[in-house]
Structure formats: structure tokens, C-alpha cells
């Protein structure tokens, strides 16, 4: 029987759910490495009772990655509205933190729970530990928390992490290392995607590794993180962070997106990202440019458009 392709993605946040929901439908076998900087929230409060990676991502990932009846899904991602100590709680976070105390280790949790919700393909964190996020801003500034970040409405210099020796995870190094495909986003760029590639060794995998490098650019701005970001500034915040020859192919959308929804977007800060052909271009690296947007309430990526140009660079 032929083997499945092994396909490895990084990030965190909404973006990168809705990528492994349209992912999971392929004859593929799939590695998430999920951030571990989440401070806020849910997320923050169980980091800081249970002394525990941020559970908030992991859940969104396992949820997507799930093969189960959608009311089981719904069950796993409610989040209570009422009760004293567990508003503003989803179950699946108190489930993971649940396993974490159990088994006293964050990832058997995880595999525990991937089984019993019959996810397609392994979750993994990025790091063994929780990682502090910390910016330094365009004037000097230096804000602590990932949360905070994008509170500050002022131009990001760069991110970096608040302990440079936080190690990997052995599981996700070995996953970058015999993947056949290695994908980057899409996602929050500096506060779901750089916190995985700050992790020591996790960027150093990626650089050595063979198999074919991509990065997924948001479609959407991000107020606070990337205002008025074309889709080459998106690059070049991945290059001043973790340098050249890290990605071989960028996939962007080329379409204009309808106005109804750029002026709801407006109104909460966020824009189009504009195409930068020529400075893409500029880059060395290739191109994949399609229209790669599903409209819904909200403008997302089209998980099977995206996943159909994902897997024909392995065909290649």
C-alpha cells in the first residue's frame, strides 16, 4: 500500500483550523505543531493554575483535526457562560488541563484525547514548555505577553521569546524532519506563527529540512499585529526574524475582495492584504497566486483551494 505524505504544519490561532478542517478530507497523514504563547483568557488563567502549556490552540486544533458527530465537537468547544470559577472556560481546555493534572505531562494528554475524539494526524505543541511572547515596538517599547501584544496599536520592530533556551518538543523536531511538505500559516503572524519558529531548533529543522517549505499569507490584516501589511511585509517580518532560504513557495490571494465585506472589516481597524507581485518577486522565492478566499460571515481561506495547491507541490 503506497505511504500517505507526510504533512507538517505550524501555527496557531483561527487560520490555521480552518486549513487542517479542508487538510484533514486528503489522503495525507498530518503533524500540527501548535504555539504555546496563548496568555489570555481561558488559556491563560489554566496556564497559570496548573503551571501548564496554554491549552486554547491545541483544543482549537484537535476540534478541527476530530472525526466525530458534530454535537460531540460543539460539546468539546462550548464554553461556559455561567457559574462561578468556570465562566469564559471552554470543556475542551478543562479536559486537556484535566489530562495535564492526571498524567502530569501536556502531551500525553493531548494523545489521549486525540484518541478518544478520533483525530486524523497528531497534535503537537511546539515547545515542551509554555513560552512568553514578548515585542519590541517601533519606538522603543517592550511589552511582555502575547495577549498584550496587539493592544498596543503601535508598529512591531520584532517579537522574541523571553527565555531564548526554551527547548523543542523531540516529537516536532522529528515531524520537520521527515515531512514531505512543510507549511507555514496561515495565522496571526507575529503572535501564532513566529512564537513556534522562536522555539530553539524548531526554525533550524525547517531551514535543514529537503522537503518543499511554504508559507499560507493571511488574506486579512490583523489590527494592532500587521496594519496595512502587503503580502512581501509579511515576508520580510518572517526573514528579519528567522532569516533567507527558510521558504521555497509563498501562496497568496490575487483577488480583490468585494467591498461589503472590506468595509465591515474596516470598521474594526483591518484591510485587504494588497498583492506585492514585484516584491514577492524580489524574494527569490516562488509563487502560487490564486483566489483562495470562501466568504461566510467572515473572510476565510478556501481550505480545499489552498489544500489542492498544498498537495500538488508534493506531486511536483
Partial sequence: MKKQPKVVVLGGGTGLSVLLRGLKRYPVDITAI????????SSGRLRRDYDMPPP????????????????????????????????????GNLLL????????????????LSRVLNVRGQVLPAAKNSIILCAELEDGTI?????KIPLSNKKIKRVFLSDEKIEPLRESVKAI???????????????????NLLVNGI????????????????????PGETTGYTAGDHIQALIDHVG????????????KIPSEYLDLYLEEGASQVTYDEERL????????????????????????????????????
Avoid at 466525530?68 to 468556570?86: A, N, S, T, Y
Avoid at 511589552?143 to 495577549?147: D, L
Avoid at 515531512?179 to 503572535?191: F, K, M, N, Q
Avoid at 518577486?281 to 478556501?302: A, E, M
Fill in 34 to 41: 501548535v504555539t504555546v504563547a496563548d496568555d489570555g483568557g
Fill in 56 to 91: 486554547g490552540d491545541v483544543r482549537n486544533v484537535i476540534a478541527a483535526l476530530s472525526e466525530v458527530e458534530p454535537l460531540v465537537e460543539k460539546m468539546f468547544q462550548h464554553r461556559f457562560k455561567v457559574g462561578d470559577g468556570i465562566t469564559g472556560h471552554s470543556l
Fill in 97 to 112: 488541563a484535566a489530562m495535564h493534572d492526571i498524567t502530569g505531562d501536556f502531551l500525553t494528554g493531548i494523545r489521549e
Fill in 143 to 147: 511589552v511582555q505577553g502575547e495577549s
Fill in 177 to 195: 524532519q521527515e515531512a514531505d511538505l512543510i507549511v507555514i500559516g496561515p495565522g496571526s503572524l507575529y503572535t501564532s506563527i513566529l512564537p
Fill in 203 to 222: 526554525s533550524t529543522s525547517i531551514r535543514e529540512a529537503t522537503a518543499p517549505r511554504v508559507y499560507v499569507c493571511n488574506v486579512m490584516t490583523q
Fill in 244 to 255: 533567507h532560504n527558510f521558504i521555497d513557495v509563498v501562496i497568496a490571494n490575487n483577488e
Fill in 281 to 316: 518577486k524580489s524574494f527569490g522565492i516562488g509563487l502560487l497566486c490564486d483566489n483562495i478566499i470562501q466568504y461566510g460571515t467572515l473572510v476565510r481561506h478556501d481550505a480545499q483551494r489552498v489544500s489542492d495547491l498544498l498537495l500538488g507541490l508534493i506531486e511536483k
